[in-house]
Every structure is written in C-alpha cells, then in structure tokens.
C-alpha cells in the first residue's frame, strides 16, 4: 500500500503524498525530538523533512526504501536546526540537583542527569544514539539511512554511549558519596 | 556500582521512550499548505556528491583549487590592458541593485539577490512563531532597518527568543519572498521562501538560499492565540 503511495506521490500526486505524510508526521516528530529535545525546533525539522520529501520524491530510486530515506531528510533536517540552537542557546547552565534520598527522587534526577547528558551530545552523536536505541536500527542500517561508513556509525554510537555512562556514572559517585556521609 | 552493556542499552532506551509520539496537528496542516507552493524535482535533477566514487570527488576537488589557484593569479596579476582596448562603460544599470547599507560595516550580500517587486500589503505587519520569536514584515524606512538595509526596499526583521535580531530586505520575486540578510548570523546569505497566505496563517518554506532553513508557520499578531507584538527591536 505504502508502495504504491510512494509511487503516485512521486509521479506528482499530492493526494497520494498528503496520505503517506499523514502516516508518517507522527514518526517524523518523534525522531526529530528525540534528536532535538525541542518540541517546536522539532515540529519545524519534521515539517522542513516532509516538504522536502515532497520535492525530492521524484528522484528516490527504490520506493522501498522510503521510510528510510524520509529517516535521513528529518536527521539532516534536525543537524539544521541543531545549528542555528547552537547559536540561538542561552548559556543555559544545567545545576546539579540537590542530592535526594528516595527512590523516586533519584530516579528524577537521574533522568535529569541522562538529559543534560545527551544535550551535551552533537547532533550527529544524538543521531546514531536515536537510531540505535529508539528506532532499533543496527549499525549497517544506521549507516546506510544516514549515508556515513559502517565504522564512523559504530564509533559515533561507542563515543556516544561512553561519554553518556560517563555522566551518569559521576552522578551516580556522587549520589553513594551523599549517602555514605 | 557497575551496570552491564544491556542494562546501560535497555535505560537510554528506556529513557527514550518517555518522549512523545504524537505530533501536534499543526505539523501535517502547515505541510498540507505549503505543499502547493513547493515544486517537485525531476528525476535528472538528482546529484549527490556523495553518490561519486571518491576518486572522483578527489579529482574534481583538486581541478577546483587549480581553478581558483589560477583565478587568484590572475586577479592578484591582472593583465595589461591597452586604452583603446577598455570596454566602454555600460549605459544600462541594473533594475535595483542591492548597495551596501547605510552603515559601512556591513556586507554586501552574496550570492547577490535577483530585483524584486514590494511586499503585498497583505504580509505587512508581525507575525508570531511558535519558536517563540517575531517575524516583522515593514515598509522601507522603517527605523527598525534602515540602518541594516537600504531604505528603498521592505524588510524583514526576525528574532527568536531572546537572540539578537536579523535584519534583511525583503522583496518578491516570481510570486516568492527573497530576503537578503544583512544583521545577524545569516548575513550575506540570500534566503528564498515560497509564501502561502491563508488568512491570519502565513506559511514560509524555506526553497533556497538556507540559513534560517526550515519553515515557518506564522500567525498574524493578536489573532488566534497570537499575543500583540511587541515593536520590532531597532539597531
């Protein structure tokens, strides 16, 4: 069925288009604010991808491979707005919550900690980490929708991953040291 | 404490899951609208670089750094020019040409924008983004640009937050608006955004140029749940 949308869609049907953008706004965003963790910068990547997915459609080769290749225009539509949040970000320092003692405190804090972690991430880095983690792509498929080597994939999601568990394993230092003393 | 790979994988995972999944509804109707205004490429307009073997981009790169190495040469030597050899002057000067603005400091734009016609009346005005930022369309002369762009064309004033302000010109060209930044971090670039007015709803997409890339679905100030803009920021 997707198939055959694809195909009208990239004859120049917008009906056909307007049906496989509302089956995938959903998928679009979802990625995008796991990349961006912006629900607006988000929405523009999403909107930016599929209006690009509209004009480029006429030159994607296999139809089958959409739902990848429409993956890769909302990651570099997410490494756009990336950029202009770098600029754009305040000098946000992220404080360190004070230190809480029950289960449901820490977990808070530690899901704080994971964010500000995975803020502290490139786009690119964000990217393979999403892909991986969320969508369940390996790295060969990571790769191949991102068009980067198989080895720049795995050390991107190695760097990614360690400096993440790092963070959190500070934190987590931190925290035994509160309850020791 | 020491946690496993898995254990590690399955909590970002976790920790991912969290986030949303669905998109607000306003996604897929600012896409439905801007749909109409954006071309489809043909099939032959496809190139990649990165679809080139790599010997190849090598190979074009390294005739690329000979070209620019050899018009580098001859703008640092230029060649002698006899007088009888001069062109004569042109006698015809562009439609409106883009001058530097009334400051010195600032750029010329580049690549140069095309000449365009005024903004409709119908755009004039702020305009909110849900970023949250202020897009102003003015007329020209208005304080808050001229002293980024030349007084003899619209202009755009956009700003995100609290993030300095970008100032372009604005004009409209084959039915799109062209904005040639001049303040701010899109300066010298020449964005081109397809347009599409529905009432108090204004959808740009970005259709080249960059930059400020994405799109924007704007909404007329103190319509809707628009708050009243504020004036817009002056150099």
Redesign the interface.
């Known amino acids: 069925m997707q198939v055959e949308l694809v195909e009208r869609a990239r004859r120049g049907d917008r009906d056909a288009f307007a049906s496989l953008a509302a089956a995938s706004a959903d998928r679009c965003y979802a990625l995008a604010y796991r990349i961006l963790r912006d629900p607006h910068r988000a929405q523009d990547a999403a909107q930016q991808a599929l209006l690009g997915a509209w004009r480029d459609l006429p030159t994607l080769r296999d139809v089958e491979r959409f739902d990848a290749w429409l993956h890769r225009l909302v990651v570099n539509a997410c490494y756009v707005e990336a950029r202009t949040e770098r600029r754009s970000a305040a000098k946000v320092r992220v404080l360190r919550a004070e230190p809480e003692t029950s289960d449901i405190a820490r977990g808070v804090v530690a899901r704080d900690e994971l964010e500000a972690a995975f803020r502290q991430l490139s786009p690119e880095h964000r990217a393979v980490v999403v892909l991986h983690h969320h969508l369940g792509y390996q790295l060969t498929e990571i790769a191949e929708t991102l068009g980067i080597p198989a080895g720049t994939a795995r050390s991107r999601l190695h760097h990614a991953v360690q400096q993440l568990r790092a963070v959190l394993d500070s934190g987590e230092s931190a925290a035994a040291g509160e309850r020791m003393a | ?1 020491n ?1 496993t790979s898995g254990l ?2 399955d ?3 976790e ?10 509804a ?3 109707e ?3 609208a ?3 205004s ?6 032959g ?2 190139w990649r670089p ?1 679809a080139l073997p790599r010997w190849w981009q090598l190979a074009a790169a390294a005739a690329l750094i000979v070209v620019l190495g050899l018009l580098g040469l001859t703008a640092l030597y230029p060649p002698t020019v006899a007088p009888s050899q001069s062109p004569e002057p042109s006698l015809t000067a562009p439609a409106r040409t883009f001058t530097p603005a009334a400051s010195p400091s600032i750029p010329v734009a580049s690549p140069s924008p095309q000449a365009g016609t005024a903004l409709p009346d119908s755009v004039i005005g702020a305009w909110y983004h ?3 930022g202020w897009w102003w369309f003015v007329r020209a002369g208005d304080p808050a640009c001229v002293q980024a762009v030349r007084t003899d064309l619209d202009c755009v004033v956009w700003q ?4 300095p302000r970008e100032i372009g010109s604005a004009s409209i060209v084959d039915g799109d608006l062209q904005v040639a930044w001049r303040s701010g ?1 899109c300066t010298r670039i020449t964005s081109l955004y397809s347009v599409a007015l529905q009432g108090d709803s204004l959808n740009l ?3 080249g140029g ?1 930059c ?6 704007l909404t007329r100030a103190g319509t809707g749940s628009a708050p009243t803009a504020p004036p817009p920021p002056t150099p």
């Open positions: 404490m946690r590690f994988d909590r970002i995972a920790w991912l899951e969290e986030d949303p999944d669905r998109a607000p306003q996604l897929l600012t896409v439905l801007a749909m109409p954006v071309p489809q490429r043909r099939a307009q496809a990165a849900a970023a949250p995100r937050g609290t993030t971090f997409v970005d259709i960059g400020e890339g994405g799109n924007f679905a």
